[in-house]
């Protein structure tokens, strides 16, 4: 190896170094299967979700903002895989279903958003619900089983 290249190749290695180290943290990160299990239920009734999350960017072209917002409720769409971010649960902090029946209180849009699950499946079937429109398709799930594993 001539000298003069000594500096180059070493300049490779701690790019190649620091770009590894920087891929390994961000995976670490950016959990690939969530199981939605979310710790402010004392107990689930129904069976627990498995969420392909990486798939949803990588494969079905969802964006971080169309599922991560700020405090606001604005989405946050300057967010990169190995960033932090809140669990739902940490502003939609009432647990379960919003109550059903004729005696349920009429809530705004902002109470029912209180409630965990409305919050949850409003994200996640509404959109199933516009991309199976779009593309005349079922792929994406929108009844209770096809998330919820029966046996439970
Ligand atoms: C289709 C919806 C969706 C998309 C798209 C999405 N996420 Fe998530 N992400 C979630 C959900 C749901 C959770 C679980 C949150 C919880 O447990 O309350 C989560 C969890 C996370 C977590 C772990 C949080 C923790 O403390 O356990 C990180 C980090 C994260 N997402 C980052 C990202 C980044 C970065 C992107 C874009 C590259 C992204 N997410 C895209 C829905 C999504
Ligand atoms: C830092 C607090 C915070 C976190 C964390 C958070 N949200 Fe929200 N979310 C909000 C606020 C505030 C709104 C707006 C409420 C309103 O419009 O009344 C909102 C609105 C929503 C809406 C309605 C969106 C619309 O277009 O009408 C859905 C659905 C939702 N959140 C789901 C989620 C999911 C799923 C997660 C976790 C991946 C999450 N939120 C995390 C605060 C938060
Ligand atoms: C921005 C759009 C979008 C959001 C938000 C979204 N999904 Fe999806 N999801 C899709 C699409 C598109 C497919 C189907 C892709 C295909 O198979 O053609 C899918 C498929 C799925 C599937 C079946 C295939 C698989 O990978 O397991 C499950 C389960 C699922 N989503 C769960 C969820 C859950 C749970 C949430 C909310 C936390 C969610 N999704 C939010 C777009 C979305
Ligand atoms: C697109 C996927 C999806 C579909 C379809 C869906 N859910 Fe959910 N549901 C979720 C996710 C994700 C959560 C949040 C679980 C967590 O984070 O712990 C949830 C939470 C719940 C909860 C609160 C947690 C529990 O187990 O007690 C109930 C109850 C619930 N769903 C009932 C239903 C019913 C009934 C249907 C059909 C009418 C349904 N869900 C359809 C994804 C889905």
Redesign the pocket.
């Known amino acids: 190896m001539s000298k003069k290249s000594l500096p180059f190749v070493t300049t490779i290695v701690i790019f190649a170094t620091l770009f590894l180290a920087g891929g390994i943290m961000a995976s670490e990160n950016f959990p690939e299967m969530i199981e939605?299990n979310c710790p402010a239920y004392e107990q689930h009734k129904k069976g627990i979700?498995e969420?392909?999350h990486q798939?949803?960017v990588d494969d079905?072209g969802?964006t971080c903002g169309?599922?991560h917002h700020d405090d606001e409720g604005n989405p946050l769409t300057e967010l990169k895989v190995g960033d932090d971010v809140k669990k739902c649960s940490e502003c939609h902090d009432k647990p379960g279903l919003k109550p059903r029946g004729k005696d349920a209180p009429k809530l705004s849009r902002e109470e029912e958003l209180q409630y965990h699950a409305e919050a949850?499946h409003d994200?996640?079937r509404n959109?199933?619900r516009e991309?199976n429109k779009a593309n005349e398709t079922k792929?994406?799930?929108t009844t209770c089983s096809k998330?919820h594993p029966r046996e439970k």
Do not use: E
Request: net charge neutral.
């Open positions: 939605m979700v969420f392909s798939k949803h079905y969802a169309d599922c949850l994200n996640c959109c199933h991309y792929a994406a799930p998330c």
